[in-house]
């Protein structure tokens, strides 16, 4: 079972990033997926929420708007799209996976904003 997420790095404020999270060893289609962060000297907060089939999406009021998060079931990949960066974007990004009390998490990539 395993999560792993790609894409971060260092972008200027204003730019983007798109991440990717590959899934293996699970049932893909049958996990609401999601996007986590978490910023220095700050707790883990809720980015982006995706229902398995892919039909519902639900966002931080804070980043709607700017970000956006799709899957492809045959590519047991999600992503999230993140549009005009700021530094306050600056965190760890990490994936999550849940079906019913299964859980699981990828071990988060680094996206840093800065000029």
């Known amino acids: 079972v395993q999560l792993v997420e790609s894409g971060g790095g260092l972008v200027q404020p204003g730019g983007s990033l798109r991440l990717s999270c590959a899934a293996s060893?699970?049932?893909?289609?049958?996990?609401?997926m999601s996007w986590y962060r978490q910023a220095p000297g700050k707790e883990r907060e809720l980015v982006a929420t995706?229902?398995?089939?892919?039909?519902?999406?639900n966002y931080a009021d804070s980043l709607k708007g700017r970000f956006t998060i799709s899957r492809d079931n045959a590519k047991n990949t999600v992503y999230l799209q993140m549009n005009s960066l700021t530094t306050e974007d600056t965190a760890v990004y990490y994936c999550?996976?849940?079906?019913?009390?299964?859980?699981?998490w990828g071990q988060g990539t680094l996206v840093t904003v800065s000029s």
């Open positions: 995706i229902s398995s089939a892919g039909g519902s999406t």
């Open positions: 999550h996976g849940v079906r019913g009390t299964l859980k699981v």
């Open positions: 060893g699970f049932i893909f289609n049958s996990y609401t």
